[in-house]
């Protein structure tokens, strides 16, 4: 069982908006910065959204985060077959000093 | 640009350790935290632990108790090693960065991450 909750998964047809969610508490979301994760089938995770809503150089601005109290958000908007992977969410918990991961979420591209 | 390689055995048998290297290469392990994570097949990220470059660590509580992580600047790596392991412990395992973001946050995100290595008990 994971500290942060995300769903399974999620689908949607190319070109559609598709919102991730990832709950947490307020020893982890709540008072710390949420980073995002995508993992390509296959490979290692690589970093998509840090400090809630900051991209990285040469990640496209179809992905934006946000933070809301002890929940973070993952938007895709134009979503494209290439956007197929698991995303995982990922911040520290104050309470266990420890990072902490959602458990997942499958993209799919309809 | 920074690459990170995991480095070990591939197989190691019930009730030994497993021991594992995270080499960086295009860059320094100074003033960085370094982070282990696994994936058992099919499942989601576990986080095992951190060490930074003085050689402060932060573990999974869960797995406190059988792991220890080194880093060695002068080899620009860092170890891990998990005693006493069982099936549960067959995932892939990775190494990743870690850096603190710009002010005023200075909150730290895993910015780059090697290939993973596999490691099965058996």
């Known amino acids: 069982q994971s500290v942060l909750t995300q769903p399974p998964s999620v689908s949607a047809a190319p070109g559609q908006k598709v919102t991730i969610s990832c709950s947490g508490s307020?020893?982890?979301?709540?008072?710390?910065?949420v980073s995002w994760y995508q993992q390509l089938p296959g490979t290692a995770p690589k970093l998509l959204i840090y400090d809630n809503s900051k991209r990285p150089s040469g990640i496209p601005d179809r992905f934006s985060g946000s933070k809301s109290g002890t929940s973070a958000t993952l938007d895709i908007t134009g979503l494209q077959t290439g956007d197929e992977a698991d995303y995982y969410c990922g911040t520290w918990d104050s309470s266990l000093s420890a990072w902490v991961f959602g458990g997942g979420i499958k993209v799919t591209v309809l | 640009q920074v690459q990170l390689q995991e480095s070990g055995p591939g197989l190691v048998k019930p009730s030994e350790t497993l021991s594992l290297t995270c080499t960086v290469s295009?860059?320094?392990?100074?003033?960085?935290?370094w982070s282990w994570i696994r994936q058992p097949a099919g499942k989601g990220l576990e986080w095992i632990g951190r060490?930074?470059?003085?050689?402060?660590?932060n573990y999974n509580p869960s797995l406190r108790s059988r792991v220890t992580l080194s880093v060695d600047t002068s080899k620009h790596q860092s170890s891990l090693k998990l005693i006493s392991v069982t099936a549960a412990d067959t995932a892939v395992y990775y190494c990743a960065r870690e850096i603190p973001a710009a002010p005023p946050t200075y909150f730290y995100f895993m910015d780059v991450w090697g290939k993973g290595t596999m490691v099965t008990v058996s």
């Open positions: 060490i930074y470059s003085t050689g402060s660590t």
């Open positions: 307020s020893s982890n979301i709540g008072n710390n910065y």
């Open positions: 295009g860059g320094s392990t100074n003033n960085y935290w």
